[in-house]
């Protein structure tokens, strides 16, 4: 399935992709649909003579707009630890966002005036869609509800103005994600191995597989989990590939009036224009 969360003109919607059109689920995003246990048959079995709104002009929200956390994943790709000049680490590299942080898959993302320095960074999502603390296999697997694209939109001279990433990772409207969330079926698994890119006014930037993952989707659930309790619409951001503006030569940042394309096989692609702040 490919589900999502639109807006519209009494609010947000979860919503099906179903032959070109998205199926009401009668649920108001895909949060509140991760919240029932029963939520797989439910979106499954949504009748299509529901209530339908256009796919033409959707307009994609967060695909989970108020998840009760974001748990982001640094040097996950081999290439990107080596860009960065970083040695492999023995255990994930995490930080948090928050929802205040996410918009939709189409909305612009708004150059802060604060920075010269805005970075992108095309990432694999995991999505959650059961509680688990201290997950095993098994249980880390059954909770992933499925995938989405997130840009993890980064300040980078905030980010390095202290050895500790977050502020420079947790800027207000700043970071796509969407536009589907998409169950494991449909891209090989709870470890799928797909292509991730992305292209800023069509040049490509980043270019990778999730195969090469240092940490997958299942592992990280187990990690997390261990620390804290993950709930459904919870997302983990696995983190991103070599090739962000920050490791170039000479450093390239987005200045405004860019279109990034962050995009997965399979998943489908955020696809933002950058703006600078009023």
Not at 19 to 43: F, T
Not at 165 to 177: A, E, F, L, N, R
Request: proline fraction near 6%.
């Amino acid at each position: 399935m490919r589900l999502a969360t639109i807006r519209t003109a009494g609010g947000t919607r979860a919503v099906r992709l179903d032959d070109g059109r998205l199926v009401d689920l009668g649920h108001a995003d895909l949060g509140a649909l991760l919240a029932d246990p029963d939520w797989r048959a439910k979106a499954a079995d949504a009748s299509g003579t529901a209530r339908a709104h256009d796919l033409d002009t959707a307009d994609f929200a967060p695909v989970v707009p108020n998840p009760s956390k974001v748990i982001c994943v640094g040097h996950n790709y081999s290439d990107h630890i080596r860009e960065m000049g970083r040695e492999p680490p023995s255990y994930p590299t995490l930080f948090p966002k928050f929802a205040d942080s996410l918009i939709g898959a189409r909305d612009d993302i708004v150059k802060p005036a604060e920075t010269g320095a805005l970075d992108w960074e095309v990432e694999l999502a995991v999505v959650i869609g059961a509680e688990v603390r201290r997950a095993g296999d098994a249980e880390a697997e059954a909770a992933i509800a499925g995938f989405t694209v997130m840009n993890d939109v980064s300040v980078r001279d905030w980010q390095f103005r202290t050895i500790e990433w977050t502020q420079g990772k947790i800027w207000d409207s700043s970071t796509p994600v969407g536009p589907y969330l998409v169950t494991p079926d449909e891209v090989g698994g709870v470890r799928p191995a797909l292509g991730v890119k992305t292209t800023v006014d069509g040049r490509v930037m980043q270019s990778d597989d999730t195969g090469t993952l240092l940490f997958d989707p299942v592992f990280l659930v187990k990690y997390v989990s261990t620390i804290i309790t993950l709930r459904p619409g919870d997302l983990i951001a696995t983190g991103t590939p070599a090739g962000v503006g920050h490791a170039r030569d000479p450093k390239t940042y987005l200045t405004g009036g860019e279109t990034v394309v962050t995009e997965i096989d399979g998943l489908g692609a955020c696809v933002n224009r950058v703006v600078k702040d009023a």
